[in-house]
Protein backbone atom coordinates (compact mmCIF):
# COMPACT_ATOMS: atom_id res chain seq x y z
CA UNK A 1 0.00 0.00 0.00
CA UNK A 2 2.92 2.73 0.65
CA UNK A 3 3.68 1.89 -2.98
CA UNK A 4 0.79 2.77 -4.30
CA UNK A 5 0.03 6.17 -2.59
CA UNK A 6 3.97 6.97 -3.63
CA UNK A 7 3.26 6.10 -7.25
CA UNK A 8 -0.08 8.21 -6.97
CA UNK A 9 1.65 11.09 -5.08
CA UNK A 10 4.56 11.42 -7.71
CA UNK A 11 2.03 11.27 -10.30
CA UNK A 12 0.07 14.23 -9.72
CA UNK A 13 -0.29 16.41 -13.10
CA UNK A 14 1.09 19.44 -10.81
CA UNK A 15 4.58 17.28 -9.89
CA UNK A 16 4.59 17.11 -13.94
CA UNK A 17 4.52 20.60 -15.26
CA UNK A 18 7.72 21.90 -15.99
CA UNK A 19 7.90 21.42 -20.40
CA UNK A 20 11.04 19.30 -21.52
CA UNK A 21 12.56 19.92 -25.08
CA UNK A 22 10.47 18.51 -28.00
CA UNK A 23 13.22 14.99 -28.04
CA UNK A 24 11.28 11.83 -29.27
CA UNK A 25 10.72 9.53 -26.84
CA UNK A 26 9.82 5.23 -26.82
CA UNK A 27 8.68 2.90 -24.54
CA UNK A 28 12.11 1.10 -24.82
CA UNK A 29 13.67 4.59 -23.75
CA UNK A 30 17.42 3.42 -24.97
CA UNK A 31 16.88 5.62 -28.59
CA UNK A 32 16.33 8.88 -27.05
CA UNK A 33 19.13 11.64 -27.55
CA UNK A 34 19.48 14.44 -25.72
CA UNK A 35 22.58 15.58 -26.68
CA UNK A 36 20.89 18.82 -28.44
CA UNK A 37 21.34 19.99 -24.21
CA UNK A 38 24.61 20.33 -24.47
CA UNK A 39 24.53 23.18 -26.64
CA UNK A 40 21.93 25.45 -24.59
CA UNK A 41 23.68 27.70 -22.04
CA UNK A 42 23.65 26.98 -18.45
CA UNK A 43 22.35 29.68 -15.42
CA UNK A 44 21.34 29.14 -11.97
CA UNK A 45 18.40 28.37 -12.31
CA UNK A 46 17.94 25.79 -14.99
CA UNK A 47 14.91 23.74 -14.82
CA UNK A 48 15.05 19.86 -12.64
CA UNK A 49 15.11 18.24 -15.93
CA UNK A 50 18.00 19.18 -17.65
CA UNK A 51 20.49 17.77 -14.28
CA UNK A 52 19.02 14.49 -15.29
CA UNK A 53 18.62 14.36 -18.69
CA UNK A 54 22.16 15.27 -19.89
CA UNK A 55 24.84 15.55 -17.74
CA UNK A 56 28.25 15.98 -19.19
CA UNK A 57 31.36 13.45 -18.10
CA UNK A 58 34.08 15.15 -19.72
CA UNK A 59 34.74 18.82 -20.65
CA UNK A 60 34.61 18.17 -24.64
CA UNK A 61 31.40 16.12 -24.60
CA UNK A 62 33.16 12.67 -25.39
CA UNK A 63 30.97 11.17 -22.33
CA UNK A 64 27.87 11.82 -20.64
CA UNK A 65 24.87 10.44 -18.69
CA UNK A 66 21.16 10.92 -18.86
CA UNK A 67 18.70 9.49 -16.32
CA UNK A 68 15.15 8.63 -16.29
CA UNK A 69 11.67 7.63 -14.92
CA UNK A 70 8.41 5.75 -16.10
CA UNK A 71 5.82 5.59 -13.12
CA UNK A 72 2.63 4.03 -14.15
CA UNK A 73 -0.61 3.23 -12.47
CA UNK A 74 -3.55 1.45 -14.26
CA UNK A 75 -6.71 -0.09 -13.28
CA UNK A 76 -8.60 -2.51 -15.33
CA UNK A 77 -12.17 -3.69 -14.63
CA UNK A 78 -13.66 -6.53 -16.25
CA UNK A 79 -17.82 -8.00 -16.72
CA UNK A 80 -17.20 -11.57 -18.32
CA UNK A 81 -13.90 -11.98 -19.15
CA UNK A 82 -13.24 -14.96 -21.28
CA UNK A 83 -16.70 -14.74 -22.13
CA UNK A 84 -17.20 -15.71 -18.57
CA UNK A 85 -15.00 -18.98 -18.59
CA UNK A 86 -12.26 -17.32 -17.07
CA UNK A 87 -10.85 -18.02 -13.57
CA UNK A 88 -12.13 -14.72 -12.15
CA UNK A 89 -14.46 -13.30 -14.91
CA UNK A 90 -15.56 -10.53 -12.97
CA UNK A 91 -12.31 -8.61 -11.60
CA UNK A 92 -11.03 -5.58 -11.35
CA UNK A 93 -7.47 -5.00 -9.91
CA UNK A 94 -4.63 -2.70 -10.42
CA UNK A 95 -1.20 -2.78 -11.67
CA UNK A 96 1.67 -0.03 -10.48
CA UNK A 97 5.31 0.06 -12.02
CA UNK A 98 8.27 2.22 -12.00
CA UNK A 99 10.71 2.26 -14.49
CA UNK A 100 14.34 4.43 -13.80
CA UNK A 101 16.90 4.29 -15.92
CA UNK A 102 20.19 5.80 -16.60
CA UNK A 103 22.17 5.78 -19.69
CA UNK A 104 25.72 6.18 -19.62
CA UNK A 105 28.32 7.53 -23.35
CA UNK A 106 31.48 7.48 -22.98
CA UNK A 107 32.90 7.41 -26.67
CA UNK A 108 32.43 4.54 -28.51
CA UNK A 109 31.02 2.67 -25.29
CA UNK A 110 27.67 2.79 -23.69
CA UNK A 111 25.84 0.90 -20.89
CA UNK A 112 22.20 1.36 -20.50
CA UNK A 113 20.45 -0.34 -17.03
CA UNK A 114 17.18 0.18 -16.34
CA UNK A 115 15.54 -1.60 -13.28
CA UNK A 116 11.29 -2.05 -12.32
CA UNK A 117 9.30 -2.46 -9.71
CA UNK A 118 6.19 -3.88 -10.90
CA UNK A 119 3.44 -5.10 -8.49
CA UNK A 120 -0.41 -6.00 -8.95
CA UNK A 121 -3.15 -5.15 -6.44
CA UNK A 122 -6.49 -8.18 -6.77
CA UNK A 123 -5.97 -10.18 -9.64
CA UNK A 124 -8.40 -12.59 -8.90
CA UNK A 125 -7.01 -15.47 -10.70
CA UNK A 126 -3.67 -14.84 -9.38
CA UNK A 127 -0.69 -12.85 -10.52
CA UNK A 128 0.54 -13.85 -13.86
CA UNK A 129 4.03 -12.90 -15.59
CA UNK A 130 2.47 -10.15 -17.45
CA UNK A 131 1.28 -8.77 -13.91
CA UNK A 132 3.65 -8.56 -11.41
CA UNK A 133 7.53 -9.14 -11.20
CA UNK A 134 8.52 -7.23 -7.91
CA UNK A 135 12.22 -5.48 -8.23
CA UNK A 136 14.06 -6.65 -11.03
CA UNK A 137 16.30 -5.83 -13.81
CA UNK A 138 14.54 -5.20 -16.67
CA UNK A 139 17.31 -4.06 -19.22
CA UNK A 140 20.93 -4.04 -18.90
CA UNK A 141 23.55 -4.19 -21.81
CA UNK A 142 27.02 -2.66 -23.09
CA UNK A 143 27.30 -1.21 -26.14
CA UNK A 144 30.40 -0.98 -28.66
CA UNK A 145 29.58 1.54 -31.26
CA UNK A 146 32.32 1.34 -34.29
CA UNK A 147 32.53 3.52 -37.42
CA UNK A 148 33.23 1.74 -40.40
CA UNK A 149 34.44 4.23 -42.95
CA UNK A 150 31.82 7.55 -44.30
CA UNK A 151 28.49 7.03 -42.94
CA UNK A 152 28.70 3.65 -41.52
CA UNK A 153 28.88 2.22 -38.35
CA UNK A 154 28.18 -0.65 -36.38
CA UNK A 155 27.13 -1.67 -32.87
CA UNK A 156 27.39 -4.58 -31.07
CA UNK A 157 24.93 -5.02 -28.03
CA UNK A 158 25.17 -7.41 -25.50
CA UNK A 159 22.97 -8.11 -22.16
CA UNK A 160 19.36 -8.28 -21.51
CA UNK A 161 17.35 -5.59 -23.71
CA UNK A 162 13.90 -4.60 -25.40
CA UNK A 163 14.00 -5.86 -29.15
CA UNK A 164 10.70 -3.89 -30.84
CA UNK A 165 11.07 -5.53 -34.76
CA UNK A 166 9.30 -3.43 -37.29
CA UNK A 167 5.26 -2.42 -36.07
CA UNK A 168 6.18 -5.41 -33.20
CA UNK A 169 3.94 -7.94 -34.78
CA UNK A 170 6.39 -10.71 -34.29
CA UNK A 171 8.81 -9.41 -31.89
CA UNK A 172 7.85 -6.32 -29.38
CA UNK A 173 7.86 -5.45 -25.65
CA UNK A 174 4.82 -6.24 -24.34
CA UNK A 175 4.58 -2.26 -23.05
CA UNK A 176 0.54 -2.25 -22.56
CA UNK A 177 0.65 -5.01 -19.76
CA UNK A 178 2.31 -4.37 -16.38
CA UNK A 179 5.75 -6.66 -17.25
CA UNK A 180 7.48 -5.56 -20.55
CA UNK A 181 9.38 -8.51 -22.40
CA UNK A 182 12.99 -8.43 -22.61
CA UNK A 183 15.65 -10.63 -23.80
CA UNK A 184 18.51 -11.74 -23.14
CA UNK A 185 21.64 -12.34 -25.74
CA UNK A 186 23.24 -10.67 -28.73
CA UNK A 187 22.80 -8.04 -31.20
CA UNK A 188 24.70 -6.80 -34.08
CA UNK A 189 23.38 -3.49 -36.00
CA UNK A 190 24.95 -2.62 -39.26
CA UNK A 191 23.95 1.36 -40.39
CA UNK A 192 24.78 2.95 -43.84
CA UNK A 193 22.84 5.94 -45.08
CA UNK A 194 19.82 5.14 -44.43
CA UNK A 195 19.86 1.19 -43.92
CA UNK A 196 20.04 -0.67 -40.99
CA UNK A 197 20.35 -4.54 -40.46
CA UNK A 198 20.24 -6.27 -37.25
CA UNK A 199 21.35 -9.26 -36.20
CA UNK A 200 20.02 -11.11 -33.22
CA UNK A 201 20.68 -14.06 -31.46
CA UNK A 202 18.62 -14.04 -27.94
CA UNK A 203 16.06 -15.57 -25.14
CA UNK A 204 13.21 -14.30 -23.70
CA UNK A 205 13.06 -13.44 -20.26
CA UNK A 206 11.11 -15.51 -18.03
CA UNK A 207 9.64 -13.38 -15.18
CA UNK A 208 9.34 -14.29 -11.37
CA UNK A 209 6.36 -13.12 -9.05
CA UNK A 210 9.34 -12.69 -6.57
CA UNK A 211 12.49 -9.74 -6.45
CA UNK A 212 15.22 -11.07 -8.51
CA UNK A 213 14.42 -14.17 -9.73
CA UNK A 214 13.65 -13.31 -13.68
CA UNK A 215 15.72 -16.01 -15.46
CA UNK A 216 16.75 -16.46 -19.07
CA UNK A 217 14.36 -19.08 -20.45
CA UNK A 218 15.40 -22.15 -20.94
CA UNK A 219 12.88 -23.69 -23.64
CA UNK A 220 12.79 -20.82 -26.11
CA UNK A 221 15.20 -18.80 -28.29
CA UNK A 222 15.16 -16.47 -31.09
CA UNK A 223 17.30 -16.27 -33.84
CA UNK A 224 17.58 -13.88 -36.97
CA UNK A 225 18.45 -11.43 -39.46
CA UNK A 226 16.19 -8.07 -39.60
CA UNK A 227 16.71 -5.18 -42.25
CA UNK A 228 15.38 -1.33 -43.24
CA UNK A 229 15.74 0.05 -46.21
CA UNK A 230 14.45 3.27 -47.67
CA UNK A 231 13.66 3.41 -50.92
CA UNK A 232 11.89 6.46 -51.81
CA UNK A 233 10.74 9.64 -49.80
CA UNK A 234 8.17 8.28 -47.34
CA UNK A 235 8.11 4.87 -47.93
CA UNK A 236 10.42 1.63 -46.28
CA UNK A 237 10.95 -1.60 -46.76
CA UNK A 238 11.57 -4.29 -44.07
CA UNK A 239 12.82 -7.71 -44.75
CA UNK A 240 13.50 -10.45 -42.53
CA UNK A 241 14.42 -13.89 -41.15
CA UNK A 242 13.46 -14.83 -38.17
CA UNK A 243 14.11 -18.42 -36.73
CA UNK A 244 12.50 -19.47 -33.53
CA UNK A 245 12.38 -22.50 -30.90
CA UNK A 246 10.44 -23.69 -28.40
CA UNK A 247 10.73 -26.95 -26.41
CA UNK A 248 7.10 -27.21 -24.86
CA UNK A 249 5.18 -25.47 -27.71
CA UNK A 250 0.95 -26.12 -27.64
CA UNK A 251 -1.77 -26.13 -30.08
CA UNK A 252 -4.23 -27.75 -30.94
CA UNK A 253 -2.82 -30.93 -32.35
CA UNK A 254 -0.45 -31.67 -29.43
CA UNK A 255 2.37 -30.55 -27.27
CA UNK A 256 5.80 -30.96 -29.08
CA UNK A 257 8.90 -29.12 -29.73
CA UNK A 258 8.13 -26.12 -32.24
CA UNK A 259 11.38 -25.22 -34.76
CA UNK A 260 9.81 -22.77 -37.23
CA UNK A 261 11.38 -20.58 -39.57
CA UNK A 262 9.64 -16.62 -40.50
CA UNK A 263 10.07 -15.03 -43.69
CA UNK A 264 8.35 -11.97 -44.23
CA UNK A 265 8.47 -8.34 -45.87
CA UNK A 266 6.93 -5.11 -44.57
CA UNK A 267 6.14 -2.14 -46.78
CA UNK A 268 5.24 1.35 -44.62
CA UNK A 269 5.69 5.25 -44.97
CA UNK A 270 3.30 7.78 -45.56
CA UNK A 271 2.40 10.60 -48.12
CA UNK A 272 0.45 13.61 -47.94
CA UNK A 273 -2.60 12.81 -45.44
CA UNK A 274 -2.31 9.19 -46.66
CA UNK A 275 -0.22 6.53 -44.40
CA UNK A 276 0.19 2.49 -44.51
CA UNK A 277 1.65 -0.35 -43.16
CA UNK A 278 1.72 -3.89 -44.58
CA UNK A 279 3.30 -7.36 -44.13
CA UNK A 280 3.26 -10.40 -45.38
CA UNK A 281 4.76 -13.24 -43.54
CA UNK A 282 5.38 -17.16 -43.87
CA UNK A 283 6.17 -19.64 -41.77
CA UNK A 284 8.32 -23.25 -42.32
CA UNK A 285 9.74 -25.78 -39.84
CA UNK A 286 8.26 -28.45 -37.33
CA UNK A 287 6.47 -28.95 -34.72
CA UNK A 288 7.58 -32.85 -33.40
CA UNK A 289 7.06 -34.66 -36.65
CA UNK A 290 5.25 -32.72 -38.24
CA UNK A 291 5.59 -29.98 -40.72
CA UNK A 292 4.71 -26.27 -40.18
CA UNK A 293 2.88 -24.35 -43.18
CA UNK A 294 1.73 -21.37 -41.81
CA UNK A 295 1.14 -17.11 -42.95
CA UNK A 296 -0.17 -14.00 -42.43
CA UNK A 297 -1.38 -11.31 -43.92
CA UNK A 298 -1.84 -7.89 -42.17
CA UNK A 299 -2.42 -4.36 -43.16
CA UNK A 300 -3.02 -1.21 -41.87
CA UNK A 301 -3.97 2.20 -44.36
CA UNK A 302 -4.76 5.70 -42.93
CA UNK A 303 -5.92 8.70 -44.08
CA UNK A 304 -6.40 12.18 -42.52
CA UNK A 305 -9.27 14.61 -43.02
CA UNK A 306 -6.62 17.78 -42.04
CA UNK A 307 -8.98 20.44 -43.10
CA UNK A 308 -11.72 19.04 -41.09
CA UNK A 309 -13.03 20.27 -37.55
CA UNK A 310 -10.50 17.86 -34.94
CA UNK A 311 -8.73 17.06 -37.81
CA UNK A 312 -9.96 12.97 -37.91
CA UNK A 313 -7.93 10.45 -38.87
CA UNK A 314 -10.10 7.39 -40.75
CA UNK A 315 -7.75 3.50 -40.47
CA UNK A 316 -9.11 0.36 -41.76
CA UNK A 317 -6.69 -2.77 -40.35
CA UNK A 318 -7.18 -6.22 -42.14
CA UNK A 319 -5.79 -9.34 -40.86
CA UNK A 320 -5.61 -12.71 -41.52
CA UNK A 321 -3.18 -15.43 -39.75
CA UNK A 322 -3.74 -19.32 -40.75
CA UNK A 323 -5.16 -21.87 -38.97
CA UNK A 324 -4.79 -25.41 -38.63
CA UNK A 325 -7.20 -27.39 -41.34
CA UNK A 326 -6.46 -31.10 -40.02
CA UNK A 327 -5.72 -31.22 -36.22
CA UNK A 328 -5.02 -35.70 -37.10
CA UNK A 329 -2.50 -34.78 -40.13
CA UNK A 330 1.20 -34.78 -39.95
CA UNK A 331 1.13 -30.66 -40.98
CA UNK A 332 0.49 -27.80 -38.45
CA UNK A 333 -1.31 -24.98 -40.12
CA UNK A 334 -1.49 -22.57 -37.18
CA UNK A 335 0.52 -19.27 -37.44
CA UNK A 336 2.61 -18.46 -34.31
CA UNK A 337 3.34 -14.32 -34.10
CA UNK A 338 6.35 -15.70 -31.51
CA UNK A 339 6.38 -12.68 -29.02
CA UNK A 340 3.76 -9.92 -30.12
CA UNK A 341 3.25 -6.60 -28.82
CA UNK A 342 0.81 -6.65 -25.96
CA UNK A 343 -2.99 -5.96 -26.14
CA UNK A 344 -2.65 -6.20 -29.92
CA UNK A 345 -5.93 -5.36 -31.07
CA UNK A 346 -6.41 -2.72 -28.34
CA UNK A 347 -6.83 -2.33 -25.09
CA UNK A 348 -9.35 -5.16 -24.57
CA UNK A 349 -6.92 -8.09 -26.45
CA UNK A 350 -8.98 -11.36 -25.34
CA UNK A 351 -7.82 -12.88 -28.35
CA UNK A 352 -4.34 -13.03 -30.01
CA UNK A 353 -3.22 -13.38 -34.14
CA UNK A 354 -3.29 -17.12 -34.12
CA UNK A 355 -6.11 -18.51 -36.42
CA UNK A 356 -7.93 -15.33 -37.17
CA UNK A 357 -9.44 -13.20 -39.92
CA UNK A 358 -10.77 -9.66 -38.89
CA UNK A 359 -11.17 -6.40 -40.06
CA UNK A 360 -10.87 -3.36 -38.09
CA UNK A 361 -11.95 -0.11 -39.05
CA UNK A 362 -11.69 3.42 -36.18
CA UNK A 363 -11.52 6.72 -36.33
CA UNK A 364 -9.19 9.47 -34.12
CA UNK A 365 -9.75 13.09 -33.01
CA UNK A 366 -7.45 15.79 -32.00
CA UNK A 367 -9.84 17.56 -29.66
CA UNK A 368 -6.82 20.18 -28.94
CA UNK A 369 -5.22 20.95 -25.81
CA UNK A 370 -3.76 17.13 -25.61
CA UNK A 371 -6.60 15.55 -25.88
CA UNK A 372 -7.50 12.74 -28.20
CA UNK A 373 -10.55 10.05 -28.83
CA UNK A 374 -10.53 7.45 -30.87
CA UNK A 375 -13.17 5.26 -31.78
CA UNK A 376 -13.15 1.55 -33.07
CA UNK A 377 -14.75 -1.46 -34.24
CA UNK A 378 -13.42 -5.17 -34.68
CA UNK A 379 -15.06 -8.05 -36.30
CA UNK A 380 -13.45 -11.42 -35.89
CA UNK A 381 -13.61 -14.94 -37.41
CA UNK A 382 -11.93 -18.40 -37.37
CA UNK A 383 -9.29 -18.89 -40.33
CA UNK A 384 -9.96 -22.90 -40.00
CA UNK A 385 -13.04 -24.20 -38.53
CA UNK A 386 -10.53 -27.43 -37.57
CA UNK A 387 -8.70 -24.97 -35.26
CA UNK A 388 -9.52 -22.83 -32.09
CA UNK A 389 -8.71 -19.50 -30.59
CA UNK A 390 -5.54 -18.51 -29.08
CA UNK A 391 -4.67 -15.83 -25.87
CA UNK A 392 -2.00 -13.14 -27.50
CA UNK A 393 0.70 -15.00 -25.20
CA UNK A 394 -0.49 -18.09 -27.51
CA UNK A 395 -2.50 -19.95 -25.03
CA UNK A 396 -5.10 -22.09 -26.14
CA UNK A 397 -8.75 -20.37 -25.00
CA UNK A 398 -11.16 -22.27 -26.76
CA UNK A 399 -11.26 -25.67 -28.81
CA UNK A 400 -12.13 -25.68 -32.60
CA UNK A 401 -15.08 -28.68 -32.13
CA UNK A 402 -17.37 -26.36 -33.58
CA UNK A 403 -19.01 -25.50 -37.02
CA UNK A 404 -19.65 -21.78 -36.44
CA UNK A 405 -16.75 -19.22 -37.86
CA UNK A 406 -17.08 -16.14 -36.50
CA UNK A 407 -15.83 -15.62 -32.75
CA UNK A 408 -17.42 -12.14 -31.80
CA UNK A 409 -17.03 -8.44 -32.59
CA UNK A 410 -15.59 -5.48 -30.14
CA UNK A 411 -16.34 -1.90 -29.63
CA UNK A 412 -14.00 0.50 -28.02
CA UNK A 413 -13.48 3.78 -27.11
CA UNK A 414 -10.47 5.46 -25.69
CA UNK A 415 -9.82 8.72 -24.49
CA UNK A 416 -6.48 10.33 -24.37
CA UNK A 417 -5.49 13.98 -22.31
CA UNK A 418 -1.56 14.38 -22.73
CA UNK A 419 -0.98 17.04 -19.93
CA UNK A 420 1.73 17.84 -20.26
CA UNK A 421 5.35 17.02 -21.86
CA UNK A 422 6.09 14.22 -18.82
CA UNK A 423 2.22 13.59 -17.55
CA UNK A 424 -0.71 11.27 -19.41
CA UNK A 425 -3.97 10.43 -18.02
CA UNK A 426 -6.14 7.46 -20.36
CA UNK A 427 -9.61 5.90 -20.19
CA UNK A 428 -11.21 3.17 -21.86
CA UNK A 429 -14.21 1.23 -22.33
CA UNK A 430 -14.70 -2.01 -24.17
CA UNK A 431 -17.18 -4.68 -25.28
CA UNK A 432 -16.61 -7.65 -27.09
CA UNK A 433 -19.79 -9.60 -28.30
CA UNK A 434 -19.19 -13.28 -28.63
CA UNK A 435 -20.28 -15.07 -31.91
CA UNK A 436 -21.32 -18.26 -33.28
CA UNK A 437 -18.12 -20.14 -32.03
CA UNK A 438 -18.27 -18.95 -28.33
CA UNK A 439 -21.58 -19.70 -28.05
CA UNK A 440 -20.98 -23.25 -29.50
CA UNK A 441 -18.03 -23.62 -27.56
CA UNK A 442 -18.96 -22.88 -24.02
CA UNK A 443 -19.99 -19.71 -22.21
CA UNK A 444 -21.00 -17.18 -23.83
CA UNK A 445 -20.91 -13.63 -21.85
CA UNK A 446 -20.67 -9.98 -23.10
CA UNK A 447 -16.82 -8.96 -22.06
CA UNK A 448 -16.68 -5.27 -20.29
CA UNK A 449 -14.12 -3.85 -19.23
CA UNK A 450 -13.10 -0.31 -18.63
CA UNK A 451 -9.36 1.27 -17.98
CA UNK A 452 -7.41 3.83 -16.92
CA UNK A 453 -4.10 5.16 -16.46
CA UNK A 454 -2.35 7.89 -15.36
CA UNK A 455 1.49 7.82 -16.17
CA UNK A 456 4.55 10.14 -15.44
CA UNK A 457 7.67 9.93 -18.00
CA UNK A 458 10.84 11.71 -18.27
Known amino acids: MRWSLLLFAVMLPGTAAAEMPDVAQSNWRYDEDWTGLRALPKSGD ?43 PDDSYLWLRAIPHMDVHAGPLRAFVQPILAMARGVGAGDGPADATGIDMLQAFADLDLPLGENAHITVRGGRAFIPLGSERLVGTRYGPNVPQAFDGVRLSLRYQGVQADLIGVKPVAPGPDDFDDRTSSTKRLRGVYATVPVADGLAVDAYWLDYRNEAARFVQAVANEKRRTYGVRIFGARGRWAWNWEAMLQRGHFGSARIRAWSLATETAYRFEDAPFAPRMRLRANIASGDDNPTDNSLGTFNPMFPKGKYFGELSPIGPYNIANIHPSIDFDLSGGVSFDLAGVAYWRASRRDGVYEVPGQLLR ?11 QTEAVLGWQVSSVFSVGLSASLFLPGGFIRETGRARTIGMVGFETMMRF
Open 399 to 409: TGAANARFIGA
Open 46 to 88: DPWWRVAKYQPLHADGSGYASFGLELRARYEGFRGNLWGGGDA
